[in-house]
Nanobody
Framework: QLQFVESGGGLVQPGGSLRLSCAAS????????IGWFRQAPGKEREGVSC??????????NYADSVKGRFTISRDNAKNTVYLQMNSLNPEDTAVYYC??????????????????WGQGTQVTVSS
């Protein structure tokens, strides 16, 4: 019965940064794989990044289009997953969604892997 909410979207200039948050309550987020997805107008929903827990630590994945610019992380004390987005460009403009699924999944950047989705938060990169 874990509940979660997204926040952190907004308007930013090209080259700027934003940090998105997926904050959970009613459960331990560390037990889930968390994915960030985005959907731009006229485009399919695409996986951006995902994070899951192993004994050795967090395992992360990134889409090629954001690797080196975006960083996913988890703060277990706050029961929150973050997506730090740097060097933003207009092509990053989209609605960003947090999604969760119990355990570890093989294809964590694939939307069908997830059970639940957040409401989305708008990210607009414009000069």
């Amino acid at each position: 019965q874990l509940q979660f909410v997204e926040s952190g979207g907004g308007l930013v200039q090209p080259g700027g940064s934003l940090r998105l948050s997926c904050a959970a309550s009613g459960g331990v987020l560390d037990y889930y794989t968390i994915g960030w997805f985005r959907q731009a107008p006229g485009k399919e929903r695409e996986g951006v990044s995902c994070i899951s827990s192993r004994v050795s630590g967090s395992i992360t994945n990134y889409a090629d289009s954001v690797k080196g610019r975006f960083t996913i992380s988890r703060d277990n004390a706050k029961n929150t997953v973050y997506l730090q987005m740097n060097s933003l460009n207009p092509e990053d403009t989209a609605v960003y969604y947090c999604a969760i699924v119990p355990g570890v999944v093989r294809t964590c950047l694939s939307p069908p892997s997830y059970n639940r989705w957040g409401q989305g938060t708008q990210v607009t990169v414009s000069s």
